[in-house]
């Protein structure tokens, strides 16, 4: 009952009929008038190998057998002739990869029906999976010329058919032959620039698409396009490029939109806010157009408006809503509003920030005194990646260290260790928390192994540089490993201030002083103070000495190591 059901579908799509077609090359169908049984004996036998030949080829192609079903369709199409059993087996054989013999069925099939549109487009698209460019030009631009209306669109999408293509000059050459007979249309054009663009002739791409807006001014993409390949030689001419074509086209939301973001990428800041209001004027509810504008005014320090656009944005159709929510809570942590930020830290579920979320809302339990439950919700955080795994082991140890539990926090990070050894975080965090614990020791393998995989991790070297200037040991090479480390990052003021140290602590005053002046006039940090007043005392500049120190002691109240130095000198 199935097999007939499926023969009568399948008789019903090919147009099969007692009467019709079916007969073999050069077989002459029956007269009209001729009735004898026999005729229609041989016509009803013929219907019947055709169905059943149809059928095997479809079971093959249901059971997996690829091959065996072009084999049926292919004998079937170049038996019958017929446009539609063409159309099948040039499909069935694409489908099986065979790709010189859908070629050939496809020319069977315009020989057959030689207006026919969709056998050419099959032609053309097996000839771009064949890689045979150079006999594609002819098939293409017959189908250019046969869809005059549609002509533009098609120019357009000449570069997204032959996108697959590695060769990008054969395809820019192609290109520039389908599209040279219509130069008087701005999409022509268009598509040779971005033929060549693709191939990285970027001077052409530039010409061309200078051409394509001549041919029409108000072309917004093509202004784009011309903005995107400025960029990659002169910002400013892009930007140029896009103030003109702005001021002309106003409305152009999505050159404005481009033009803001480059003056952001230039700090240009204020011109960018400028574009942004209009954006925000003429696009009130638009995500593409809020998102940057809270994340500008957030930059410049204007969180009024920046929280203001993002609360917006938690109303329109943005897709990721979890970033709005971490930022938001970011913008109540820092105004103190604990609970608030830590609803919206809970509802940052997917995501880049979704781990920083977690680790947030943690440090918000942990202030609350609620240790154990911060703990158990980053145990109960899992994360994708190894990266994202480091960051949860992370800020387990960091909220250790905060709640003063310290040797906690380092069996934290030296289980991880156990199972990634050679994770630099890892060793770098137990490195610094084991000299917390007064296991200098254990800083100085773990800081050893870090830089034996990363000898120019600069923090590394200087950590143990510094560490051995604490301890007062070792001082020509602590010396040695600052001056690495300084070399790698000269303007970072906290290993000026260790080279400042590892000065002082060799005698060498006038030396240290100039580096630690350096040092905190780039960051006034509470411990550059403590050493920079030290240095002064010694040096009998005792005033100087006394308001470093008490300056630094009023900003920053709760700092060991300037406590340690006013309690040393400012009994």
Known sequence: MQLKRIAAALTLTLGLTHGGYGLAAGEAPAKPADKRPSTQAASEDLLA????????????????????????????????RDPKVLARATEVAGFARQFDRALELSKLWLEVEPDS????????????????????????????????????????????????????????????????????????????????????????????????????????????????????????????????????NPAGRDARLALARLLISEKRYDEARRHFDRLIKDNPDNPDVIYPVAMLALQQGDTTTGRTQLEHLLTTDFADKSTIHFFLGQLDQEQNKTEAAAEHYRQVTVGEQYIAARSRLAQILLQQGKTNEARELLHNTRGGTAAERTQLI?????????????????IVLDLALTAQPDNPEL?????????????????????????????????????????????????????????????????????????????????????????????YRIKADPEIAAHLGEVLWQMNRKDDARRILQEATKAHPGNEVLNGAVKKYLP
């Open 117 to 248: 549109t969709k056998a050419r487009q099959s032609q053309s698209s097996l000839l771009i999976l064949a890689n045979r460019l150079d006999e594609l030009a002819p098939q293409l631009a017959a189908l250019l010329a046969q869809d005059k209306p549609n002509l533009g669109n098609n120019l357009m999408h000449l570069n997204r058919m032959l996108a697959r293509h590695t060769d990008k000059k054969a395809v820019q050459s192609l290109v520039d032959r389908l599209a040279a007979p219509y130069d008087d249309l701005p999409e022509a054009h268009f598509a040779m620039a971005q033929a060549a663009a693709n191939a990285n002739d970027n001077l052409r791409a530039l010409n061309e698409t200078e051409k394509s807006l001549q041919l029409r001014p108000d072309w917004e993409s093509a202004a784009l396009a011309r903005a995107q390949l400025q960029t990659r030689l002169s910002p400013q001419t892009a930007i140029d490029s896009l103030s003109t074509f702005v001021d002309a």
């Open 49 to 80: 190998r055709t169905v059943f030949q149809a059928l095997v080829g479809e079971f093959a192609l249901q059971r997996g057998d690829a091959k065996l079903g072009s084999d049926a369709w292919t004998d079937l199409a170049q038996r019958t």
């Open 427 to 519: 060793l770098y965090e137990a490195a610094l928390t084991a000299e917390r614990i007064g296991k200098p020791e254990i800083l100085e393998i773990h800081l050893k192994h870090l830089l034996a995989i990363k000898p120019d991790h600069a923090h590394a070297l200087n950590a143990l540089g510094y560490s051995l200037t604490e301890r007062n040991i070792r001082l020509p090479e602590a010396q040695e490993l600052i001056t690495k480390a300084l070399g790698l990052t000269p303007e970072d003021p906290f290993i000026m201030d260790s080279m400042g140290w590892v000065l002082y602590r060799q005698g060498k005053l006038p030396e240290a002083l100039q580096t630690l002046e350096q040092a």
């Open 394 to 410: 992370l800020a387990e140890s960091q909220i250790l260290r905060e709640a003063g539990r310290h040797n906690d926090a380092y």
